[in-house]
């Protein structure tokens, strides 16, 4: 098992900064392919982006790209989330999540163990 616990949610002003923890608990954090979710009201959640295991290799969605960066560190048992000028429409319940596959995967089936979320709203 493993338990995630995300921090670092708020609320910000459009063209802000936030950066989001997800701190990893129980089995070994760096066995673990780390991925970033988010879901908005009334849509799916969606995935943001994903760093492999050691963090050699990340792979961004579109929408965030350029903006958003994800590290980890394996010291730590915890992955990053840097959230750079932010739009009102990353307003959402952002989500980190752990797989113990070896390629990073944009489907959340993918994924084996989720936290439980954390809001991020972003005022225009």
């Known amino acids: 098992q493993v338990q995630l616990v995300e921090s670092g949610g708020g609320l910000v002003q459009a063209e802000s900064s936030l950066r989001l923890s997800c701190a990893a608990s129980g089995r070994t954090f760096s066995n673990y392919v780390m991925g970033w979710f988010r879901q908005a009201p009334g849509k799916e959640r969606e995935f943001v982006g994903g760093?492999?295991?050691?963090?050699?290799?990340?792979y961004y969605a579109d929408s965030v790209k350029g903006r958003f960066t994800i590290s980890r560190d394996n010291t730590k048992n915890t992955v990053y989330l840097q959230m750079n000028s932010l739009k009102s429409e990353d307003t959402a319940v952002y989500y980190c999540a752990a797989s113990f596959g070896i390629v990073i995967r944009r489907t959340d089936d993918a994924y084996d163990y989720w936290g439980q979320g954390t809001q991020v709203t972003v005022s225009s």
């Open positions: 760093i492999s295991r050691t963090g050699g290799n990340r």
